[in-house]
């Protein structure tokens, strides 16, 4: 027969694992709506994103494809090189945004274009988010910085 003393440890371990699952659950649906997915153009073109759905775009501004309207409203298209999506932004670009340069977007995907909310562009020469560059060295578009002057 057990004592009594292993008992109390044997229902303290199991109400312990109970509650870290608990906490588990509780934690990851309130983190359901704060997490956004990160899709290049080729992605987002053979598997569209249902169109509720809050998401990442990235890859490089295709060039002469940025048009700025009267309005805040800019349309351009992002491209991986193996795709090209058309996107529009309505409000103020960042200062180092410009075409054939890297950028992020979230917003979502209407089955005709990608609306985005907010912007993301390079801070400095050699900065592109890893999701990008992952993307575009899957197509054979961009060699790393350091590999290109070691070819040199």
């Given at each position: 027969?057990?004592?009594l ?17 608990l906490?588990?659950a ?8 704060g997490i ?13 994103p ?12 295709e ?20 795709a090209?999506?058309p996107?529009t ?11 054939g ?14 609306e ?10 050699s ?23 070691a070819a040199?």
């Amino acid at each position: 027969m057990r004592s009594l003393k292993k008992t109390r440890r044997v229902q303290v371990i199991l109400l312990a694992a109970v509650a870290l699952a608990l906490a588990t659950a509780i934690i990851g649906y309130a983190m359901r709506d704060g997490i956004n997915y990160f899709r290049s153009p080729s992605q987002v073109l053979s598997e569209p994103p249902a169109p509720n759905e809050v998401f990442r775009i990235g890859g490089l501004v295709e060039p002469d494809s940025l048009v700025r309207g009267e309005s805040e409203t800019v349309r351009f298209n992002v491209t991986d090189g193996g795709a090209s999506v058309p996107v529009t932004y309505t409000g103020i670009l960042p200062d180092l945004f410009e075409e054939g340069q890297g950028m992020v977007g979230q917003g979502r995907w209407t089955g005709e274009r990608f609306e985005a909310v907010e912007i993301l562009a390079k801070h400095d020469e050699s900065y592109m988010p890893k999701e990008v560059i992952d993307a575009l060295e899957e197509q054979g578009v961009y060699r790393a910085p350091d590999a290109a002057a070691a070819a040199d």
